[in-house]
C-alpha cells in the first residue's frame, strides 16, 4: 500500500529563512505527486504538480519542488519565505491507474515576523 | 464563482444519530472525493465517486456511506455516528485532466463533534 512521510511536523522560520520541507513515498511504481497548502480558515489548495518531465517544478508563491525518484521524494522549497507563508502543508501521492489519493500527515508551517 | 460547498460546517451530535453532510460543486466534475482530517494523520480517503451511481471505498470507509444520484451532488452519510468519527470532513472535486487526481478543489471542511 501506498504511504507518504512528511519528516517535518512544526516548521519555524523567520522572514526571509530558505524553506525545504520534506515528502517521502513508499511505491515502487509511476507516480503523480502533489503539493497543497492550508492557509488559516481557508480551503485546502493545490501549491504545485508533478506528473511526467523536468522533475523540477514550479507552484504558486514561489513555491518549487524536486521529484528525486531514486530517493522516493519530493521535497517542497522556497528560497526566502513571507509571514503570508504560515500555513499547513501537505504532500500528496497517487498511484498512476489508482483511483487514491494518498496524503501525509502534514507539516505546519510558522513565520515569525 | 467555481466552488465546492458543504453544509453544515459545524454540527455537534450525539453518538447513533444519523446525520449527512452535503456536498455540492458547480464545476461539471465527474470526480468527487471525501477526506477526513485528523491531527498527527493528515487527510484519509473515506470514499470517492468517478461519475454518476459509481462509488468505491477509501482508505477509512467504515461507518460511512455516500451516494451518487447527481453529478454535482456528494452526500456523506453517517447511519450511526459514534465519537471516534469526530474529525474535520473535506469534500473535494476535480476534472481529471491528465489524471482524476490531477488538481483537487476543496470545500471548506465540515467539523463534526460526536458526543
Known amino acids: 500500500a501506498q504511504s507518504v512521510s512528511q519528516h517535518n511536523h512544526h516548521v519555524i522560520l523567520s522572514e526571509a529563512a530558505s524553506l525545504e520541507l520534506g515528502c517521502n513515498y513508499s511505491y515502487g511504481g509511476t507516480v503523480n505527486l502533489f503539493w497543497y497548502v492550508q492557509y488559516p480558515g481557508q480551503h485546502l489548495q493545490l501549491l504545485l504538480k508533478y506528473f511526467s518531465g523536468d522533475p523540477l517544478v514550479k507552484g504558486i508563491k514561489g513555491f518549487e519542488a524536486e521529484f528525486i525518484k531514486s530517493k522516493f521524494s519530493f521535497n517542497l522549497r522556497k528560497p526566502s519565505v513571507q509571514w503570508s507563508d504560515t500555513a499547513e502543508y501537505f504532500c500528496a501521492v497517487n498511484a498512476r491507474g489508482a483511483q487514491k489519493l494518498v496524503f501525509g500527515q502534514g507539516t505546519r508551517l510558522t513565520i515569525n515576523p | 464563482e467555481a466552488q465546492v460547498t458543504q453544509n453544515p460546517r459545524y454540527l455537534i451530535t450525539v453518538t447513533g444519530k444519523k446525520l449527512t453532510v452535503t456536498c455540492s460543486q458547480n464545476?461539471?466534475?465527474?470526480?468527487m472525493s471525501w477526506y477526513r482530517q485528523d491531527p498527527g494523520l493528515g487527510l484519509r480517503q473515506i470514499y470517492y465517486s468517478m461519475n454518476v451511481e459509481v462509488t468505491d471505498k477509501g482508505d477509512v470507509p467504515e461507518g460511512y456511506k455516500v451516494s451518487r444520484k447527481e453529478k454535482r451532488n456528494f452526500p456523506l452519510i453517517l447511519e450511526s455516528p459514534s465519537p471516534n468519527q469526530t474529525s474535520l470532513y473535506f469534500c473535494?472535486?476535480?476534472?481529471?485532466?491528465?489524471?482524476?487526481?490531477?488538481?483537487?478543489?476543496f470545500g471548506p471542511g465540515t467539523r463534526l463533534t460526536v458526543l
Open positions: 464545476m461539471n466534475h465527474e470526480y
Open positions: 473535494a472535486s476535480s476534472f481529471g485532466g491528465q489524471s482524476w487526481a490531477d488538481t483537487q478543489y
